[in-house]
T-cell receptor, first 112, second 111 residues
């Protein structure tokens, strides 16, 4: 079952912050975050494996609430290069392997 | 190879034609996924493999879609009697740890 992302689209000025949310109705093993630019393949940003874990690099971080089956991606002091569509992927273990399904995406536009 | 390779990159098929899309995963990756991505949408799960075993094919839209990975490496997604609604980008991903690596996709246009 697909995770649900919100909002569907965000428009920011350079330097502003954004939060993208992802929720699932299923018990999760992991949450993956990807960014896709137009005409390109999705690129991995980070994975969260434990409840309540928070990860980040540079000005992009994420949290994962395992009990609520929710994750949030935080982009601070956004840069023009952050523009693109962000997808969360939720992983669940089936027959010993991790099945990965993606949300519908959040389109992020950063204006100068 | 260094990454996931998909071929062809672009395919134009006449309605009713059969097509075969190929995915070469990263060497050693046991999990392989196929997704269908329509314009402006997220990747929709089609099916996935662990080695040669197809663990879940619940996302395949119809019995015209068939995927295989006979030796646990290269995978082929076959679409029989293509229809216009099959037009999309088909993405393949292989999973290492921790992340899944995507190929560039095959853009299928059915005319």
């Amino acid at each position: 079952q697909q995770p649900v992302q919100s909002p569907q689209a965000v428009i920011l000025r350079e330097g502003e912050d954004a939060v993208i949310n992802c929720s699932s109705s299923k018990a999760l093993y992991s949450v993956h975050w990807y960014r896709q630019k137009h005409g390109e393949a999705p690129v991995f940003l980070m994975i969260l494996l434990k409840g309540g874990e928070q990860k980040g690099h540079d000005k992009i971080s994420a949290s994962f609430n395992e009990k609520k089956q929710q994750s949030s991606l935080y982009l601070t002091a956004s840069q023009l290069s952050y523009s693109g569509t962000y997808f969360c992927g939720t992983g669940s273990i089936i027959q010993g392997a991790q099945k990965l399904v993606f949300g519908q995406g959040t389109r992020l536009t950063i204006n100068p | 190879g260094a990454g996931v390779s998909q071929s062809p990159r672009y395919k134009v098929a006449k309605r009713g034609q059969d097509v075969a899309l190929r995915c070469d995963p990263i060497s050693g990756h046991v999990s392989l996924f196929w997704y269908q991505q329509a314009l402006g949408q997220g990747p929709e799960f089609l099916t996935y493999f662990q080695n040669e075993a197809q663990l879940d094919k619940s996302g395949l839209p119809s019995d015209r879609f068939f995927a295989e990975r006979p030796e646990g490496s290269v995978s082929t997604l076959k679409i029989q009697r293509t229809q216009q609604e099959d037009s999309a980008v088909y993405l393949c991903a292989s999973m290492g740890f921790p992340e899944a690596f995507f190929g560039q996709g095959t853009r299928l246009t059915v005319v």
